[in-house]
């Protein structure tokens, strides 16, 4: 599959984004990636987080381990950012005293336990928390919030903790609340493919659920195999099938969720039409904790696709196209098709095509494993913005002049088909420096394209106060208003998401 024909980027994005039912996936240029690992390096096994036999590729160490050895200690956010504690209480013995009794013997005090959950996975943000409850029920929840809500105790609601901007860790001393043991499945409907479960179900685990009744989830992540799924309808997670399938605003049907007050918001409804009223559970996708803590789910899953193919094409960049349909002749033969126009016209140069399962997740390994070998290249600025596709890489090319040899790379990677970009700046150490000359730059630079500054990993702590990019300000206000109503004190995830002045 070669042809000597030269290769337009934009051109090339087009083409790819106008087939239809596809997931299309793009990274960085084949030359850079030549130059940082090799294909031997990214599918080579996972290892553990004690990072065993030193580092003889970028991925030594296992994919979205809280804590790794093999780095240093991460300095705490109040530390790094100009960020002020705001006026809540101080866990008390008391307080101690009244969690044991909502949650018998599952009040963490340990400080080398809350360590792991006090530092975020990328290890760029760290709070100085020193209790986490982990509740198993709702009611659970709501007689913690409650009582906190009565003392003004800060909460931070966490899942799997595999967050990139910092909001599923404290900045200050916030308790922690882990949805951890809130792990059952409730019900599954096998005619409609409804499934209910509670918050702290990790999304591997109910993919292979539905998987074995002939469904699949509508979302499928890198940290699949950590992220829990409250944790994805907060902060409204895009994932790979985002395309395919669309957002979790359409695909999720219902949620449970407590509010600041202990309050128990029972909206998880399994019909596929609910006309009355406000829709509330709008309110809190994406809402990253902030307006209430997720307790359960319900969620459209499609059926699983008869036949899936999985290209892995080379142009100016690498790119991964994945079809799902219901005919394996139909879909192969329409495959085909378009491997060969693509071809012949130079758009691709080179590539290969796997229908086997197994040939198809190491494939998909290349892609879901950069973040990983990222971590591996040095202290990383992430930014996740979403751009019209005619402009998706501009913003690499830009930022990369801007920066010279003050980064070691910039790349970029993300989903072709709905304009997402992970751009990605690796450098040896955190510098406010170089915080400074990318920052608002990326931000304005995305604003000016009319883009979005957050296109599936939310806002949470580092780009709250660039929001106003996005966002005119009578909806940040509104934001801002809405919080008020929901949760008047504040207490709930507080410094992330909204900014710090109206």
């Known amino acids: 599959m070669v042809s000597s024909k030269p290769v337009s980027a934009k051109a090339e994005a087009m083409v790819l984004c106008r087939v239809p039912r596809w997931s299309v996936g793009l990274w960085a240029s084949p030359g850079w990636w030549r130059t940082t690992c090799t294909l031997r390096a990214l599918v080579q096994p996972k290892r553990g987080p004690g990072c065993p036999g030193g580092a003889s590729g970028l991925l030594a160490c296992s994919m979205f381990s809280k804590v790794s050895s093999c780095t240093p200690e991460v300095m705490l956010t109040q530390e790094r950012y100009p960020v002020q504690r705001l006026p809540f209480s101080v866990v008390s013995e008391e307080d101690l005293a009244a969690f044991e009794r909502i949650v018998p013997g599952r009040v963490v005090t340990d400080p080398e336990e809350l360590e792991v959950s006090n530092v975020d996975w990328l290890r760029t943000a760290r709070g100085c928390s020193k209790v986490l409850l982990r509740p198993r029920t709702s009611e659970e929840v709501s007689r913690i919030l409650r009582y906190c809500h009565e003392r003004n105790l800060a909460v931070n609601p966490q899942g799997g903790n595999t967050g990139l901007v910092g909001g599923s860790v404290p900045v200050f001393d916030e308790i922690i609340l882990s949805t951890a043991l809130m792990n059952q499945v409730t019900s599954f409907n096998s005619v409609s493919g409804i499934l209910t479960c509670q918050a702290g179900c990790v999304l591997e685990g109910l993919s292979r659920y539905v998987q074995e009744r002939d469904f699949v989830m509508p979302l499928d992540l890198g940290a699949k195999g950590s992220c829990h799924i409250g944790g994805n309808v907060a902060t409204n997670a895009g994932g790979l099938r985002f395309l395919r399938y669309g957002s979790l605003h359409g695909t999720v049907l219902g949620l449970e969720v407590v509010l600041a007050d202990g309050t128990v918001l029972d909206c998880l409804t399994s019909l596929r039409k609910d006309n009355t009223g406000y829709d509330l559970k709008q309110l809190f996708i994406g809402s990253e904790g902030t307006l209430g803590v997720i307790t359960a789910v319900s969620i459209l899953c499609p059926p699983r696709p008869k036949a899936v193919n999985v290209a892995f094409l080379e142009s100016a960049f690498y790119l991964l196209v994945e079809t799902s349909g219901s005919s394996t002749g139909h ?81 970029g990677y993300g989903h072709l088909g709905d304009g997402n970009l992970h751009l990605n700046v690796t450098v040896d150490a955190f510098s406010a420096a170089l915080l400074d000359t990318m920052e608002p730059y990326v931000y304005a630079w995305t604003a000016g394209q009319r883009g979005s500054i957050s296109a599936e990993h939310g806002l949470g702590f580092r780009k709250r106060d660039a929001l106003r990019y996005s966002k005119p300000p009578p909806a940040v206000r509104l934001m801002q208003q809405l919080k008020a109503l929901l949760d008047p004190k504040g207490i709930l995830n507080p410094y992330k998401l909204l900014p710090t002045q109206a």
């Open 331 to 411: 879909d192969a033969e329409k495959l085909g098709c378009f491997l060969e126009q693509v071809l012949g016209s130079g758009l691709v140069t080179d590539g290969t095509v796997a229908t086997d399962e197994s040939k198809a997740q190491a494939l998909w390994a290349l892609r879901e494993r950069i973040t990983e070998a990222l971590s591996g290249d040095g202290y990383v600025y992430k930014y996740d913005v979403s751009l019209p596709v005619e402009r998706l890489y501009d913003l690499v090319t830009d930022l990369r002049a801007r920066l010279g040899s003050q980064a070691r790379h910039v790349v």
